[in-house]
């Protein structure tokens, strides 16, 4: 299976993800620019499987086991905090959202995050 490049709205989702996740919370550019893509693939792929995430892929890789492999690596690397980065996403995310009511549904038969509770890798 060979990647393809991103089209219709991919690009530009994943600038405005890039835009909110480069801002202090990384130190090396390639963490965040990874991190936006795979989120970019899970929201618009509306899947949580890597697999699905690749036809909303831009790179320059030649095939999509490249990309899939570049992501299980940032998922597994220890050098990534994910408490460290969830905190501070989620408190930017909520900070504009004033006295409006938020209703949060949590489903617990679809594993969404990439961090459990205590921070640690999800497998």
């Known amino acids: 299976m060979r990647t393809e490049?991103?089209?219709g709205d991919a690009p530009r989702l994943y600038?405005?993800?890039l835009n909110h996740l480069q801002t202090s919370l990384w130190n090396d550019i390639r963490n965040?620019?990874?991190?936006?893509w795979m989120v970019t693939g899970?929201?618009?792929?509306?899947?949580?499987?890597?697999a699905a995430w690749l036809p909303h892929i831009?790179?320059?890789?030649?095939?999509a086991?490249?990309?899939?492999?570049?992501?299980?690596?940032?998922l597994e690397n220890p050098a990534i905090d994910c408490g460290g980065i969830y905190g501070p996403l989620v408190t930017r995310a909520l900070r504009g959202w004033g006295?409006?009511?938020l209703i949060l549904a949590l489903d617990g038969s679809v594993?969404?995050?990439?961090?459990?509770v205590d921070g640690g890798r999800v497998a």
Do not use: G, I, Y
Not at 32 to 36: E, N, P, Q, S
């Open 65 to 74: 086991q490249s990309t899939e492999r570049r992501f299980r690596r940032w």
């Open 5 to 7: 490049n991103a089209t």
């Open 111 to 116: 594993r969404l995050s990439f961090c459990d």
């Open 32 to 36: 965040a620019r990874t991190l936006a």
């Open 58 to 63: 831009h790179s320059r890789a030649t095939f």
């Open 15 to 17: 600038q405005a993800v």
């Open 42 to 50: 899970l929201l618009l792929s509306q899947r949580s499987s890597l």
């Open 99 to 101: 006295e409006h009511t």
